[in-house]
């Protein structure tokens, strides 16, 4: 059941306290994991009172759940037309996945998953969508010749994953604030890097 779903009564709910909330559960996630998350510590960060969390939400758990599902970003299909463009569109999506408030968050949930009811789930949900995505960018080049028919799906879609989340990783800590202004231009030289022709051997 989601926020938008729970039965309530009286004045209408206000959207901007159910945003700062749920921003607050994705926060409190990211900084503290599950051991650490608890509607009291949700409320105190999101500056409302308990009431108007249990008002939305009857447990932490579908708390958490929602708040996932509306701040950390599925990756969506993106046809733009060229192989370029959609694995460009795929990087962004990635960077911006693992950058900002986020970030900490969608780490934790590929770790911590298995121990929160039902965010298992959503984790699998979240992964499938994702090789779904990318899956039909690249089969959509290849279809239209900008790949050869040879090319292996998967060791394209590992090399652009990895060279994301590695960047993100690989980043110091008092270089992540920069991370959100240069996803644009990471994405364009990743994917230009990636799709540059092949070395070839001297003589060859």
């Known amino acids: ?3 938008s779903a729970s039965p309530h009564t009286g004045r209408p709910r206000d959207p901007e306290v159910d945003r700062r909330i749920a921003l607050a559960a994705v926060e409190l996630f990211g900084e503290a994991g599950w051991a ?18 249990y008002l939305r939400w009857q447990t932490k758990e579908q708390l958490l759940l929602d ?16 192989l370029r463009g959609d ?14 408030t986020s970030r900490k968050a ?15 789930q959503r984790c699998e949900d979240l992964r499938k969508a994702q090789i779904k995505a990318a899956r039909a960018m690249v089969k959509r080049g290849i279809a239209r010749g900008e790949l050869p028919e040879d090319t292996s799906v998967t060791l394209l879609l ?13 980043t110091p800590a008092h270089l992540q604030s ?6 644009d231009t990471y994405a364009d030289q990743l994917v230009d890097f990636l799709l540059r022709p092949p ?4 003589g060859r």
């Open 87 to 100: 694995l460009v569109d795929l990087a962004r999506q990635l960077l911006r996945l693992y950058v900002g």
């Open 178 to 183: 920069t991370l959100p202004g240069q996803i």
């Open 1 to 3: 059941m989601t926020a």
């Open 36 to 53: 650490g998350f608890s509607v009291e510590s949700v409320a105190r960060l999101a500056g409302v009172g308990k009431a108007s969390i």
């Open 67 to 82: 708040a996932l599902a509306a701040h950390v970003a599925n990756v969506a299909d993106a046809d733009t037309g060229t």
């Open 106 to 120: 969608a780490l934790r949930m590929s770790v911590e998953a298995p121990t929160i009811p039902g965010l298992a």
């Open 158 to 170: 590992d090399t652009l994953c990895g060279g994301v989340v590695m960047h993100i990783m690989s």
């Open 199 to 202: 070395l070839t051997a001297p």
